[in-house]
């Protein structure tokens, strides 16, 4: 039986949801496995496993890992209360970001986040204006770190920040190229964002006025239109918050990359404990850390699912040996991925089922 037109979701909504079915995890997960399948059989060494001494220093870098990466989840989860300035709780924010994680889990990563993150907000009686707000200070927080991190590590390493020198020996490479266009392309988007936000909102405005009027848009021409509408507000209310607002958003969003990263290393030591920990090579993982992101962050396959473990080893070989780093990414994506598809499955629904319920009984109480 279907829910009352009063409860339902309008066709926009309904495939935001579809995005973050639950069903979605399939696709990830077959794709994660066998192309984990494929590197084991080609590439393990049975002797070099042999080697590895599972003892209790290893296992307690191995939650410290997982501590490290639960940290991130926290302050993500403790930039969004900034951002809604305690409107929402602790236990509300763990929740939404879980279903974010989810979302960029089962979709082509930075494909579509941003209109689940936007949809989210709305169901939690978040105004469109605030909702717009949040979404692009958001989308700018996380891309500022990234525009003025790797021209920083590349001024202090050079391009070693980004692979070993056997592996740029004839130059940047495929990746590399694909690096520096990921680069220039969140610069523009980032700084396009930043000046719309606190400098010149009704230049953003008259920009997608203007784009809504384009024919093949015809469909989205009134979203457009309220989003533009959106920015201006939002502008104005993001500008007249304190710089403590502001201080700790940035602070909460480098803090949570640099754990994120921190988490591959953490791996690293518990499978070689000869590892160098200078802080030269921290601050090389940081950067290989940030480069396997960027790159995978725009793979055609869900959450990077496939891609992300078969150029692990080339990013850490310095550090790990071929037949191991099987292992190491595999251990990666448990500690950092699969999590998030089961906790989708498990919070999604009971999720979608408060709103609705919230719905009726809105409903409900509007009829009496």
Known sequence: MSEPSSTSFDSQQEKVLDSIRPTKIILPIIIGLAVIYFLVKSQLNL??????????RAFLWLL??????????????YRLRILS???????KTIELVTILEFASAVSPTNFGGSAVAFFLLIQENISAARATAIVIYTIIADTLFFVFSFPIIYLLLGRNFFLPPEELSTGWGGMGITLIIVW???TAYGLLLLYGLFAQPKHIKRFLMWVSKWPFLKKSKHRIEKAAEDIEVSSLHIRNMSWTFHTKLFIATLIAWILRFFTVTAILLALNPEMAQSLYDHVILLGRG?????ITAYSPTPGGSGVAEVIFGQFYSEYISPGIAVIAALLWRVITYYP???????????WIRKIINRRRLNSLEHDS
């Open 47 to 56: 002797e070099e496993l042999h080697n590895i001494s599972w003892s209790s």
């Open 64 to 77: 410290v890992a997982v501590v490290v990466y639960f940290g991130r989840h926290l302050l993500y989860s």
């Open 85 to 91: 300035e305690g409107d929402f709780s602790w236990v």
């Open 184 to 186: 220039f392309v969140m």
């Open 290 to 294: 940030e480069s396997l992101y960027a």
């Open 340 to 350: 998030y598809l089961i906790l989708g499955v498990i919070i999604i629904p009971n």
